[in-house]
């Protein structure tokens, strides 16, 4: 079993829509939480980080359930330029690394 | 500010040589993370370098290895190179005591073994 788990979609929307993603990890000691977006042939960029209470950004809302390890991210109003692959990430202070779900690709048509 | 530098950009090898793979990370961060993204798959953690010294390593045979030098700069180095080594090589950064904070990452080295 994979450590983090996303489905690789592609999920494919319209503009405006609204989109959800969820990621599940295995190891109950992880104590951090990311959103990363990664763009065709280019490198990871953090989009959030991931808190219990949940949080906001613009359109992006991130969730964090640790009794069901289970993270997940809201995309409102969808752009064109919103897609791209979205790459859960989970880290323990026990190993000192952070583990990468294999991403899920999102694709917003006009 | 400037991001985390990786080079060279695109480095093609033969089967049996030797690859050296270099990155500067961002000013003020002292610790330095490589993976290697396999096309269509996720990030696999290679290595993780803080303040000079090998703090984790990934699943990955000891061909593969690196150091971290007094300025922080990192050198990846992948010896005996096989054709599944052929990956985009990822390096990350991090500011001091936040080994499991977010982290930035370079353009990358894309790596082809011919």
């Known amino acids: 079993r994979k450590e983090v788990e996303q489905d690789p979609g592609p999920f494919n929307v319209p503009e405006g829509a609204t989109v959800a993603f969820n990621c599940t990890y295995s190891n109950s000691a992880s104590q951090s939480f990311f959103w990363y977006r990664q763009d065709c042939r280019k490198e990871p960029k953090l989009l959030m980080s991931v808190y219990s209470s949940g949080n906001e950004d613009g359109r992006f809302t991130a969730q964090l359930n640790r009794a069901s390890q289970y993270i997940s991210l809201l995309i409102r109003d969808s752009k064109l330029s919103d897609s791209a692959t979205y790459l859960c990430?989970?880290?323990?202070?026990?190993?000192?690394?952070?583990?990468f779900g294999s991403g899920t690709r999102l694709l917003v048509r006009p | 500010e400037a991001g985390v530098t990786q080079s060279p950009t695109h480095l093609i090898k033969t089967r049996g040589q030797q690859a050296t793979l270099r990155c500067s990370p961002i000013s003020g961060h002292t610790s330095v993370y490589w993976y290697q993204q396999a096309l269509g798959l996720g990030l696999q953690f290679l290595l993780w370098?803080?303040?000079?010294?090998?703090?984790n390593r990934g699943n990955f045979p000891p061909r593969f290895s690196g150091r971290q030098f007094p300025n922080y700069s990192s050198e990846l180095n992948v010896n005996a190179l096989e054709l599944e080594d052929s990956a985009l090589y990822l390096c990350?950064?991090?500011?001091?005591?936040?080994?499991?904070?977010?982290?930035?990452f370079g353009d990358g080295t894309r790596l082809s073994i011919l």
């Open positions: 990350a950064s991090s500011p001091p005591g936040s080994p499991i904070g977010p982290q930035h």
């Open positions: 990430v989970a880290g323990m202070d026990s190993s000192y690394k952070l583990i």
């Open positions: 370098y803080d303040e000079g010294e090998e703090r």
